[in-house]
């Protein structure tokens, strides 16, 4: 079965980078066909896809948030990450990495912007 989890700070300052992680077993992030991605879910607020990259290694982004938008991925641990760059209190949320395919998703993970 697979399984996701997202590491990464609680709390982030604003101007800075958040950096997301998301361990992934029970299945590989290169098996072809698969797709792995970033949501995101802002305190009242409805979900909001942010970026996926595929088995292949290409990545597609929200074009809203494409240019502080880093999707990368170490294919030796199984993970995938997230970069959001110049973050604002408006970036607050929780964040989830998921693969939509099957509904594997992980617990998700508060990241709070504030100074």
């Known amino acids: 079965q697979v399984q996701l989890q997202e590491s990464g700070p609680g709390l982030v300052k604003p101007s800075q980078t958040l950096s997301l992680t998301c361990t992934v077993s029970g299945g590989s992030i290169t098996t072809n066909g698969y797709y792995w991605t970033w949501i995101r879910q802002p305190p009242g607020k409805g979900l909001e896809w942010m970026g996926t990259?595929?088995?292949?290694?290409?990545?597609y982004h929200n074009p809203s948030l494409k240019s502080r938008t880093s999707i990368s991925r170490d294919t030796s641990k199984n993970q995938f990450t997230l970069q959001l760059s110049s973050v604002t209190p408006e970036d607050t949320a929780v964040y989830y990495c998921a693969r939509l395919s099957g509904g594997y998703w992980g617990q998700g993970t508060q990241v709070t912007v504030s100074s």
């Open positions: 990259i595929a088995y292949s290694g290409s990545t």
